[in-house]
C-alpha cells in the first residue's frame, strides 16, 4: 500500500514528476560577510532559473565540512559544491595564487574582465582536472588592510622582523623579501593569534578587518590596492553531467551574474570600512603612489620568482594572460 502511495504522489496527470536535485554548498564565511551575502543570492538565482528542479542549501560559516577539506569532500560526492579562497589551492594547483601578485589587480574594470577571460578558462581546466567544475568567481577584495599595534607597516623597512599572517608560500615570498617572517593562518583564526602575540600584524580585507572587530587587537592599519582575492564556487563534475541541459545553463548563468554582484557588494563594503576603522580608533593610513610604488619594487619580482619556480611555464604564460586584461 506505502508503496502504491508513493506512486501515486509522484503523478500528475499520468506525467512523473521528478524531486528536485538536491545542490549542498560549503563555505566558510559568516552570515553577515557580503560574499556570504552573494553567494545566497546565487543559490535564490540558481532555484528560480531552474524553474526549482535544483535545491541548492548553502551551509556557511564551516557548518557542513571544514574550509580545508571543501575541494576533497566534492571531489569524493561527499556534498556536490562549495567554496574556496586562493590560498586553500596552494597544495594542489599553485596557479590559483595568480591574483595574488602584489598591485597587479586593483582595478574594478579590470576585475570585471576575468570571468569568461583566457586567464579563468586556464584556472578552470585545472579544476576540473581534480573533478570539479568551476561554476563562479566571486571577488572579495581590491584593497587589502595590513593591521598592526603600535606603528603603522607603510615602508619596506616598517616590515622588517614583523611576524606577519601569511596568504601562503608563494606570496609569503613578497613578504619575506622585506624582512618579515609571515605565519599562514586564516582569518578565523587571525584574531585569536593577535590577541596572544603568536602574529604582530593581519593581511585581511577591508571588510574583514570590520566585521572580525581587529580594532579590538590592533590600533593602526594601512589600506593599499595589494592583492585580489577570491572565493570560487565550484561542484563535482560527474553530478553536473548528469543534470538537465536546462538546469546546467541556470547553473553558468547565476555564476555569471554572481561574478558582477561580488565586485558591486565588495565594493560598497569596503568603501565603508575605512570610516569605520576610524570611528572604533584605529588610525587609518591609505598608502601613496609613492609608498605603493616602494613596495611593489621589492614585493613583485620576489612574487613572480616564486610564482614561477612553483608553476613553470604555465605559470609564465598565465601571467601574460592576466597582463592583458
Not at 561527499?78 to 590559483?96: D, H, K, R, V
Not at 596568504?167 to 584574531?191: C, E, H, Q, R, T
Not at 589600506?223 to 570560487?232: A, G, K, V
Request: aromatic letters at 6%.
Amino acid at each position: 500500500m506505502g508503496a502504491v502511495t508513493c506512486l501515486l504522489l509522484t503523478m500528475v496527470g499520468g506525467t512523473s514528476v521528478d524531486a528536485a536535485e538536491t545542490m549542498r554548498c560549503s563555505h566558510q564565511l559568516p552570515p553577515d560577510n557580503h560574499i556570504a551575502k552573494v553567494i545566497d543570492q546565487w543559490a535564490a538565482e540558481i532555484e528560480t532559473l531552474s524553474e526549482h528542479t535544483i535545491d541548492v542549501q548553502v551551509y556557511g560559516a564551516n557548518s557542513l565540512v571544514k574550509a580545508p577539506r571543501n575541494a576533497a569532500a566534492v571531489k569524493a560526492g561527499e556534498i556536490e559544491c562549495a567554496f574556496s579562497i586562493n590560498s586553500e589551492w596552494a597544495g594542489t594547483i599553485p596557479l590559483m595564487d595568480v591574483t595574488l601578485e602584489p598591485f597587479t589587480l586593483g582595478n574594478i574594470d579590470v576585475l570585471k574582465k576575468w570571468n569568461g577571460s583566457e586567464a579563468a578558462a586556464v584556472l578552470e581546466r585545472e579544476i576540473l582536472r581534480q573533478g570539479l567544475k568551476n561554476v563562479t568567481w566571486l571577488f572579495t577584495a581590491t584593497r587589502t588592510a595590513v593591521t598592526s599595534k603600535g606603528k603603522s607597516l607603510i615602508k619596506p623597512a616598517d616590515f622588517k622582523g614583523v611576524k606577519i599572517q601569511g596568504l601562503g608560500p608563494i606570496p609569503d615570498a613578497a613578504f619575506a623579501a622585506m624582512g618579515a617572517k609571515p605565519v599562514n593562518l586564516p582569518d578565523s583564526a587571525a584574531y585569536q593569534a593577535l590577541q596572544h602575540g603568536e602574529i604582530d600584524a593581519s593581511v585581511t580585507s577591508l571588510s574583514t578587518a570590520v566585521s572580525g572587530k581587529y580594532y579590538e587587537v590592533q590600533d593602526r592599519v594601512t589600506i593599499l590596492p595589494l592583492f585580489s582575492i577570491f572565493f570560487n564556487g565550484y561542484i563535482n563534475s560527474e553530478w553536473y553531467q548528469r543534470l538537465p541541459e536546462k538546469s546546467r545553463q541556470a547553473i553558468v548563468e547565476a555564476g555569471n551574474k554572481a561574478a558582477l554582484w561580488a565586485i558591486d557588494a565588495s565594493e560598497i563594503s569596503a568603501a565603508a570600512a575605512p570610516g569605520k576603522l576610524k570611528e572604533e580608533g584605529m588610525g587609518v593610513h591609505v598608502a601613496t603612489n609613492a609608498e605603493i610604488k616602494a613596495l611593489k619594487s621589492i614585493m613583485q619580482p620576489a612574487f613572480a620568482d616564486a610564482f614561477r619556480e612553483a608553476t613553470g611555464s604555465d605559470g609564465e604564460n598565465l601571467i601574460k594572460l592576466v597582463g592583458k586584461l
